[in-house]
């Protein structure tokens, strides 16, 4: 999930599952777009099975994580860490269309563009021109106020614009609706 590295955060029901991984392992993944390999998506409840592709794989570890996690937090987009921070933890408290709600909410601002472009400056800096430079806006953590993050869980501000809605479901058991 690289998604912050673009100026975006972690989408399709991400803040559902990944505040729901022990301690705030969530929130490390989300940030730095960390890449889980089968052990570690076993230990953190992703995965049910691992099957090593050789025996040598099963005792390769790195023990520099924490820069490479520094470093992915460096790179990544300050606007796009402090929205992604906000939407896992909100996640711990809310069923997955809620979540879904949510995200279609904060997806809906980045790509009107009216807080921050972050997201296609990283999409030219990465995807299109590849010189891995984007030049976020605001270029601090510290820059991006609250104010600013609290813009993207709100409603867009348009009447041709309508929330996320999901089918009514009369077939579904009340434990499932209960989710939605």
């Known amino acids: 999930m690289p998604e912050t590295a673009l100026g975006l ?16 392992f ?29 025996v040598s794989e099963a005792g390769k570890r790195s ?5 490479a996690a520094l470093q992915s937090l460096k790179k990544a987009s300050p606007t796009s860490l402090k929205i992604s921070l906000e939407s896992i933890r909100q996640g711990r408290l809310q069923g997955i269309g809620q979540c879904l709600r949510r995200e279609y909410r904060m997806v809906c601002h980045v790509m009107r563009g009216q ?21 976020w806006e605001p270029s601090r953590l510290d820059l991006v106020s609250d104010e ?33």
């Open 115 to 135: 807080v921050s472009k972050d997201f296609f400056e990283g999409c030219r800096a990465i995807l299109i021109d590849k010189d891995k430079n984007p030049k």
């Open 26 to 54: 969530g929130e490390y993944v989300g940030l730095t777009g960390a890449r889980l390999d089968g052990p570690e998506m076993l230990a953190c409840g992703l995965a049910t099975h691992y099957v090593p592709s050789t």
């Open 63 to 67: 023990d520099g994580w924490t820069v």
């Open 148 to 180: 600013m993050v609290k813009r993207y869980f709100h409603g867009v501000n348009d009447d041709g614009w309508t929330d996320l809605q999901f089918p009514i479901r009369s077939n579904l058991p009340a434990a499932a609706m209960a989710k939605l």
């Open 9 to 24: 955060f972690p989408d399709v029901g991400a803040s559902y599952f990944l505040s729901r991984l022990p301690g705030f």
